[in-house]
């Protein structure tokens, strides 16, 4: 047994100093990802509590105030066109329980006149413009701005149709695949391989064994976005449905494990984007960009934009 060791304490020990050298020096083995923008500011479904979320007034605002990126989901109507909205389902957002995909788009009802901030517990915005909008009509109004896309369906002809007009608008490069779901994930890649994509949950999760394992400054990575909730917003602005989320030292777990300066850091020098959410007080703000986040999301564009001017050395520019 002692001659096994003699051989294998070394090889662990020479393995630990490889992958610290290289998890701090990620350049050696991997060539820097170089994307076409970089986003501090991202404004979430366009600033959900400082106008109605997802309105063309909303992501208007967020554009006023200086926003790097638009976070916004996408789904179908009966007739074929592609509507931005967080839900399927408009039960929450207008009162009405009906589905996006059962309406032509003329049919589609209005926003509530008052919404509560879904990551803002007894939190409301409000606002003037109460429409449901096309995602070609953002596309056209912003035609620069680099947008985050959720796809949360299963539904190939909406991935079909979304690939196709950021095709027609020519947005490949500032437009951004994003799923939970690697199944939908994939579908999303190879329906357009040219847009960059994020990390889904699975995904995550195989990041967080690779990094805890030593292995991730070994291992190639496709992606060019980790977006990932601050824990600290659970059940304190974000209660969520989940009951194993409710329980306190669940979220303790989750944050130890998760908030990992070195493990973003790394990510960092990869040119891999690190992007916490959602962060709709200050100090949320200040705890996202001091464990190592590139860039906050936010229901309210005007508070970040606000810190930003305010702090302009928190966000970690040195790494692009």
């Not at 399927?88 to 006149?113: A, V």
């Not at 973003?264 to 100090?283: D, M, S, Y």
């Amino acid at each position: 047994m002692a001659s096994y060791l003699y051989y294998i304490i070394p090889a662990l020990g020479g393995y630990a100093i490889s992958s610290l050298y290289l998890l701090k020096n990620p350049h050696i083995l991997h060539k820097k990802k170089r994307s076409a923008f970089h986003c501090t500011h991202i404004s979430h479904r366009g600033g959900a509590g400082e106008r109605i979320e997802s309105t063309m007034e909303a992501f208007t605002h967020a554009v006023n105030e200086g926003t790097d990126m638009l976070e916004l989901d996408c789904h179908l109507t009966r007739d074929g066109h592609v509507i931005v909205s967080h839900d399927e389902n408009l039960l929450r957002q207008t009162g009405h329980d009906i589905t996006i995909s059962s309406l032509n788009l003329e049919d589609l009802p209005l926003y509530k006149e008052r919404l509560e901030v879904t990551f803002y517990a007894g939190k409301h915005s409000m606002g003037d413009d109460r429409k449901f909008i096309l995602l070609e009509d953002l596309f056209k109004k912003y035609p620069k701005m680099p947008m985050n896309i959720e796809i949360k369906e299963d539904n190939n002809l909406l991935m079909s149709k979304v690939s196709s007009l950021v095709k027609q608008y020519d947005r490949e490069v500032i437009t951004v695949w994003a799923s939970v779901k690697s199944h939908i994930m994939k579908k999303c890649q190879r329906e357009n391989p040219s847009m960059p994509y994020m990390f889904t949950v699975s995904r995550g999760l195989q990041l967080l064994l690779l990094y805890y394992s030593g292995l991730l400054p070994f291992v190639p990575l496709g992606e060019s976005f980790l977006q990932f909730y601050l824990p600290q917003v659970i059940n304190r602005r974000y209660i969520p449905e989940s009951s194993i989320l409710k329980n306190r030292m669940v979220i303790s777990l989750i944050e130890k494990l998760t908030m990992r300066k070195g493990l973003f850091e790394h990510l960092a020098k990869r040119g891999i984007q690190v992007h916490l959410f959602v962060c709709n007080e200050e100090k949320d703000i200040e705890a996202a960009f001091s464990v190592g986040a590139t860039g906050v999301m936010t229901d309210y564009p005007s508070l970040l934009s606000n810190y930003l001017r305010t702090h302009p050395h928190t966000a970690h520019h040195s790494s692009w």
